[in-house]
């Protein structure tokens, strides 16, 4: 019996053809791409848009689809710019039901350009969300052939085709020959349970830089219901800082990330004014190996689910190792 994918297309380069995002339909797009035997596609053309315009309201109502794609026992594919697809394949991977595969892929070269990689980036994304065996392995990426983990994966380079990699765990596996192969499967779903978009919430991410002044700090409260700190190193800020995101830390949470992109926060190495181990007494939450735009995702769904304080800390603490 065939397989159903529901492909959703919301435009990128992979749709760009002649540099306009808007130019390509999605049937247009996927026109490119061939179908491995044995599987229909359904399309969903929902967004003409670049990846840096969609907003988190496309976001949650591409959710509520892809749900809907998944209950009905379909494999999912999205189709994106690339400039935030690891931000869509996360928000997935958080609020989503895990029934079938759901992958997002996109493409670094536009269609009309020589060697444009989006055909066979949709054609390894098809082969992907048509295969049980890549059910249960929470929301993928595909590009170049390289399977990587919605919770790990992130565009590394401008221009290269090979620019989704997994800096902190490496990718889950490969398509070849037009069929995936999975070579590590996650312990554990990024979440216990999908988390619901029920309520606004309105999330800041501060990225700390040499000499900060803590001025945009200040601008954070009134302004937002959380904060996610991309700090220096292993979780480090200046000493003058400590008290004001001690401060915030009282009225919100604040979840504590690394700006270095990679590896887990530390929890004890260092003592003192700004250290890790220091941030985290004064009420800070680890992002653990989560970097600053998936952590300000998750801390934007837990809020928006309703989680407390405890529930929050504790979705943050189930990530810490991996
Ligand atoms: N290669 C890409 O898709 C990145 C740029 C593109 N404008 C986007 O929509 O994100």
Same mark, same amino acid.
């Given at each position: 019996? $065939? *397989?159903?994918?529901?492909?959703?297309?919301?435009?990128?380069?992979?749709?760009?053809?002649?540099?306009?995002?808007?130019?390509?339909?999605?049937?247009?797009?996927?026109?490119?791409?061939?179908?491995?035997?044995?599987?229909?596609?359904?399309?969903?053309?929902?967004? %003409?848009?670049?990846?840096?315009?969609?907003?988190?309201?496309?976001?949650?109502?591409?959710?509520?689809?892809?749900?809907?794609?998944?209950?009905?026992?379909?494999?999912?594919?999205?189709?994106?710019?690339?400039?935030?697809? &690891?931000?869509?394949?996360? /928000?997935?991977?958080?609020? +989503?039901?895990? %029934?079938?595969?759901?992958?997002?892929?996109?493409?670094?070269? %536009?269609?009309?350009?020589?060697?444009?990689?989006?055909?066979?980036?949709?054609?390894?994304?098809?082969?992907?969300?048509?295969? $049980?065996? +890549?059910?249960?392995?929470?929301?993928?990426?595909?590009?170049?052939?390289?399977?990587?983990?919605?919770?790990?994966?992130? *565009?590394?380079?401008?221009?290269?085709?090979?620019?989704?990699?997994?800096?902190?765990?490496?990718?889950?596996?490969?398509?070849?020959?037009?069929?995936?192969?999975?070579?590590?499967?996650? &312990?554990?779903?990024?979440?216990?349970?999908?988390?619901? /978009?029920?309520?606004?919430?309105?999330?800041?991410?501060?990225? /700390?830089?040499?000499?900060?002044?803590? &001025?945009?700090?200040?601008?954070?409260?009134?302004?937002?219901?959380?904060?996610?700190?991309?700090?220096?190193?292993?979780?480090?800020?200046?000493?003058?800082?400590?008290?004001?995101?001690?401060?915030?830390?009282?009225?919100?949470?604040?979840?504590?990330?690394?700006?270095?992109?990679?590896?887990? /926060?530390?929890?004890?190495?260092? %003592?003192?004014?700004?250290?890790?181990?220091?941030?985290?007494?004064?009420?800070?939450?680890?992002?653990?190996?989560?970097?600053?735009?998936?952590?300000?995702?998750?801390?934007?769904?837990?809020?928006?689910?309703?989680?407390?304080?405890?529930?929050?800390?504790?979705?943050?603490?189930?990530?810490?190792?991996?």
């Amino acid at each position: 019996m $065939p *397989k159903t994918v529901s492909v959703f297309t919301l435009g990128g380069t992979i749709s760009a053809q002649g540099g306009d995002h808007a130019r390509l339909t999605g049937a247009q797009t996927l026109a490119a791409a061939p179908v491995p035997a044995g599987v229909d596609v359904e399309l969903h053309d929902v967004r %003409r848009l670049p990846g840096s315009s969609l907003a988190l309201a496309d976001l949650a109502e591409l959710a509520g689809r892809v749900d809907e794609a998944t209950a009905a026992g379909h494999g999912v594919v999205v189709v994106q710019g690339t400039d935030t697809l &690891e931000e869509t394949a996360f /928000l997935l991977d958080v609020v +989503c039901a895990p %029934r079938e595969p759901i992958v997002v892929t996109g493409a670094m070269r %536009r269609p009309d350009l020589p060697g444009a990689d989006g055909p066979a980036n949709l054609a390894a994304a098809l082969a992907i969300a048509a295969d $049980p065996g +890549c059910r249960g392995l929470g929301v993928l990426t595909v590009l170049a052939d390289e399977i990587h983990a919605a919770r790990h994966v992130r *565009k590394t380079h401008t221009t290269s085709v090979a620019t989704f990699a997994s800096p902190g765990a490496g990718p889950l596996g490969r398509v070849v020959e037009g069929v995936p192969h999975i070579l590590l499967r996650p &312990e554990k779903p990024t979440v216990e349970r999908p988390l619901r /978009l029920r309520t606004p919430a309105r999330v800041a991410l501060l990225t /700390l830089s040499l000499g900060d002044g803590g &001025e945009l700090l200040d601008a954070v409260d009134d302004r937002f219901d959380g904060l996610v700190v991309a700090a220096f190193g292993a979780g480090h800020a200046p000493k003058w800082l400590v008290e004001p995101l001690a401060a915030t830390a009282a009225r919100m949470p604040v979840v504590l990330a690394s700006r270095t992109g990679a590896g887990p /926060l530390l929890t004890e190495t260092y %003592r003192g004014p700004g250290s890790e181990s220091d941030l985290l007494a004064r009420g800070l939450i680890s992002a653990g190996q989560l970097d600053a735009p998936k952590a300000r995702l998750l801390l934007h769904a837990l809020l928006a689910d309703g989680a407390d304080r405890a529930a929050t800390a504790a979705a943050f603490e189930r990530l810490r190792a991996g």
